[in-house]
């Protein structure tokens, strides 16, 4: 029979160790799936790889290469677009959906369903059924053509000039939604009592929203900004169904650049290379959300 101490000893030891081996499996998978694959990637990114992976080391000439590319320019101005109007929209008519439904208004539970539905799409699909809307032969402007306006058109779709613009506004129907979730969580959030307390002091809804309760979801802003950004940067299915990135390379963006050269090309050091610099733009944005947060979160 075991005696009362031994038998907690064991339990303090179960209670150190299986949390541990519980997850070990996740964190091997982890090191091996997604920052051994980094660490790969780089590797490739500093060699002559061409069809097939070449180890051995050459230094920056694929980085070199990659700079001298003018389509690689063309992607990198296209995602500035694209990301600003993509990030900027999709936060704007997500806080203002989110403010529409803290109203408590009726249906509230229908409407929340509905502006949700879009993000439970996958990109492919909402790219499909935004080309079909946005195809002057078939969609929006022939919609409007036979409603007995001939002069109609909205041709953004094959215009060189603006088809990446098509793109922004299916990635904002799409994730709208979403930022309007995580916002109205936010605003659930808040105590009434401050609303309540700015009211009796005589401040109008729109000053108490703009003065004090969107101020106070600066860590909502911070996690739509990251999220966003992420979407943004690696957006590439959205962009092959609904453009593929024409006309010729207008809609072009980092990542379809780097599926491009790395497996239909046979330039896979190129592509590694346009990989790590897509990755190196996610740490660009992450690094500086993170330290604003942080900075904040001390100072409260």
Do not use: H
């Given at each position: 029979m075991s005696s009362p101490n031994k038998a907690s000893s064991w339990s303090?030891?179960?209670?150190?160790?299986?949390?541990?081996l519980v997850l070990s499996p996740s964190l091997a998978a982890s090191l091996l799936f997604v920052y051994g694959f980094i660490a790969w990637t780089a590797w490739l990114s500093l060699t002559e790889s061409?069809?097939?992976?070449?180890?051995?080391?050459?230094g920056?000439?694929?980085?070199r290469e990659l700079f001298d590319n003018d389509r690689w320019w063309t992607a990198v101005a296209n995602l500035g677009i694209f990301g600003g109007l993509f990030i900027f929209c999709a936060l704007a008519v997500g806080l203002l959906l989110a403010?529409?439904?803290?109203?408590?208004?009726?249906?509230?539970?229908?409407?929340?369903t509905i502006y949700l539905y879009p993000m439970?799409?996958?990109?492919?699909?909402?790219?499909?059924?935004?080309?079909?809307?946005?195809?002057p032969d078939l969609g929006l402007q022939k919609l409007?053509?036979?409603?007995?306006?001939p002069n109609f058109t909205f041709d953004w779709l094959v215009d060189p000039d603006k088809a990446i613009y098509t793109v922004a506004i299916a990635g904002v129907w799409q994730s709208s939604g979403f930022v309007m979730a995580l916002f109205l969580a936010g605003l659930r959030g808040i105590d009434d009592s401050i609303i309540k307390a700015a009211q009796v002091d005589g401040a109008s809804l729109p000053v108490i929203y703009w003065r004090i309760i969107i101020p106070s979801l600066r860590p909502v802003f911070f996690s739509v900004l990251l999220i966003l950004s992420h979407i943004a940067i690696k957006s590439f299915d959205l962009v092959m169904a609904l453009t593929g990135g024409g006309p010729g390379t207008s809609s072009d963006v980092p990542a379809i650049f780097m599926y491009q050269f790395a497996f239909t090309r046979g330039q896979l050091?190129?592509?590694?290379?346009?990989?790590?610099?897509?990755?190196m733009t996610i740490v660009a944005v992450l690094v500086p959300l993170m330290?604003?947060?942080t900075r904040s979160a001390k100072r409260g």
């Open positions: 303090a030891l179960a209670d150190r160790w299986l949390p541990k061409r069809l097939l992976p070449d180890m051995t080391l050459s920056l000439v694929q980085y403010v529409l439904l803290d109203q408590k208004i009726r249906a509230e539970g229908a409407l929340r439970a799409l996958s990109f492919i699909v909402t790219g499909t059924a935004w080309k079909w809307m946005l195809n409007v053509n036979d409603w007995g306006f050091g190129l592509g590694a290379a346009s990989a790590m610099m897509m990755l330290y604003m947060e």
